[in-house]
Each structure stands twice: as C-alpha cells, then as structure tokens.
C-alpha cells in the first residue's frame, strides 16, 4: 500500500472513530479529534502492510513524547479505529488533558504575574518553571510574592498601618 492509499484510509478509519475526523496537513493524513486531540497516520518504515498511529502533543510540551501503536492494514479500517481506541487513545487522551491542565494553571499564574508587576513600584520578577517571584520596593517598604500553580505567598516589610490594612482588606475580600 502507498502512501496515496493511507491518504485514502484515513476517512474511511474516522468513520468509526467518534470524534475525529480526517484532515491532510503537508501531505500527511491525520485524526483531528477533540480537545485538540491530533493523531498522525503513516505507513510503518519499509513495510507496506502496517501503519503507524501516533498521538501528537501541542509543540509547547516537550516533556511529552508522541504515543504510538502499529496496526495491521489488512484487518480494515474498523479494526483499525477499534485498536486505536482501545491501545492508544485511553493514555493519550489522559496525557492531552493533563497537559491542558498544566497550561491553564500556567496562563492563570502568567496573568496574576503580570497583574502584580503592573500594581507594584520598583518590582523585579524571577520566574522558573513551577514559580515567579516578584520583589518590589516603595521607599523604605518592600515585599516578595512567590507566585506558585496552586498558592501565592506575600510577605511585606516596613509597611505602614494604611497599607497594612488594605492588603488585610483586599485578602479577607478575596477569600470570603
């Protein structure tokens, strides 16, 4: 079988596969499901009876590394959508979302980040992978935020009674 005819095998194994649809980027065939989900279809290296499946990532993941499954062409397409159902989509989808989670908790800390950085004078910001800092001084007052996925941490020193009490206002407002 050549590639032409994986072109062509594509629909007909989206057909029983709920959710995905065909699509040809480059030349090559692919499984657009949902979530972002994007399978890539191709003829197995040298052998023209096999393809390969392989479960891509969002090119911001590069902890992840595509999933695969080879499966053999002359089962049918049926046959196909059914091992790619039941061998790689269950960890690839698993995988997907989890790194959907991770970008969202990523894109919520960048935001609050930003936020301070545009409130507070005098600021410095230090990020790394799972956290920022942001260091800032007004006068003789100065702070850290540790800006983390799941928490932020605020520790102010020198402040004054006014500004002691609106930071304690804006906290209790934001908790309740």
């Not at 692919?30 to 197995?44: I, S, T």
């Not at 040298?46 to 911001?60: A, K, N, S």
């Not at 062409?73 to 960890?91: E, S, T, V």
Request: proline share 5%.
């Amino acid at each position: 079988m050549d590639n032409l005819n994986v072109n062509d095998l594509v629909p007909l194994i989206a057909r029983h596969l709920d959710g995905f649809a065909p699509e040809t980027l480059w030349g090559t065939p692919y499984l657009m499901g949902p979530d972002g989900a994007r399978l890539a279809v191709h003829l197995l290296m040298g052998r023209t009876e096999w393809i390969v499946v392989t479960g891509l990532y969002p090119m911001d993941s590069p902890d992840l590394r595509g999933r695969s499954i080879t499966v053999a062409i002359r089962r049918g397409p049926k046959h196909i959508a059914r091992k790619i159902a039941r061998r790689l989509l269950p960890k690839y989808l698993r995988d997907l979302k989890q790194h959907h989670a991770r970008a969202a908790l990523h894109t919520e800390r960048t935001d609050l980040v930003a936020t301070l950085a545009t409130l507070l004078p005098g600021n410095t910001v230090t990020a790394a992978e799972q956290e920022a800092v942001i260091r800032w001084r007004h006068g003789c007052t100065y702070g850290v935020f540790e800006v983390r996925d799941h928490a932020t941490s605020i520790e102010i020193r020198n402040a004054d009674r006014e500004l002691a009490e609106r930071v304690a206002y804006a906290v209790s407002q934001r908790s309740t």
